[in-house]
């Protein structure tokens, strides 16, 4: 299959408009926090705060582990004034414009957290024991390959299928998505979509799900995309975008042939009655082959089951045939690493993991090697002095 030109990668819609009174936001005075120093080594034996409850522009964990390196004297202070220090920090190494945008998006949530009342208050914080059916839950707690592969198919290279969500819990999340979108209807709300292809669905992080999906990457996808995916960061996920997306004849009918903005993708159908809207995989590529042709070995077509993830790299190609009768709604966690990302702008070779950069590879390699017998050739063929 050729592909034409038209993939597009999927990303995250812009920031929020802003829901403030149109002056802005002034970014805070930095000016006497310029001094606050961090120290060389990390003081082991500190035991560091909890951030998960606060809802803050870079993550709980990331608070959690620079306290180690806060001077002894800020260790004694409350979380407050620990949390202010090291925010000042953090917040020089971030361009401006960034740090607008991070603060009126979590403005943006703030303001829907603050005003919309969950429905099922047992889904925000992780009851791993309620949300992921037995097998999963051992393979996890096992934390080896084999468990690992004995509860995944593997039906094309780098697409892995596994039961992972029970029943009740995905019957849960969908009246919770229901009740949100609900609200949103009644106030009026103007909530960002999940991303630039997308017109149905909600951003689950915006809601109040934002550190039970976090721990969700951390303690159940990272150890997985660790042994799967380590070419791409799978051991260094360390931040996601979580959302639903809905599909049907009255919602989004199918999704175009993209990549998603993103390391690892956990792809998992929460349900309802439906029928179409199989995944469509078409091989992993790097930005430079993302519209090369497609080899036989990598197409592949999924149906959904209820219930059943999929997981694969943010680069693998894919998309979402038309879904012609019911309603389907899937859970959707782009895992991301930092480290990765930072490692890619380093990095020109791209063959442990795009499909493309891997066929040329081994034609350079078969090429040298029929041009080190052909020189061999011809010198014996060399009469001798
Ligand atoms: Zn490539």
New binding site residues.
Partial sequence: MSVDGSLERRKQPPPAPSTGNGNGVVPPNLGHYSANRLRLNPNKDHKPDSYEDLQLEFSPFLFSSLEQYLPPSMLRVSRDIKLQYMKHILLRYSPEGERLRVQRHREYRQKIIANYKPLHKELFTMHAENFFVPSFLKAIKDDKEGGFRSIMFQPSPGVYTFEMLQPNFCEMLLSEVESFERWVHHTKYRIMRPNTMNKYGAVLDDFGLETMLNKLMLDFIRPISEVFFPEVGGATLDSHHGFVVEYGTDRDVELGFHVDDSEVTLNVCLGKQFSGGELFFRGV??D??VNTETQSEEMLDYSHVPGRAVLHRGRHRHGARATTSGRRVNLLMWCRSAVFRELRKYQKD?SSW?G??QREKKERQRQAVAATKMELLKRDGKPTA
Avoid: A, T, Y
């Fill in positions: 590529r790097c430079k082959h791209c795009c493309e950069c």
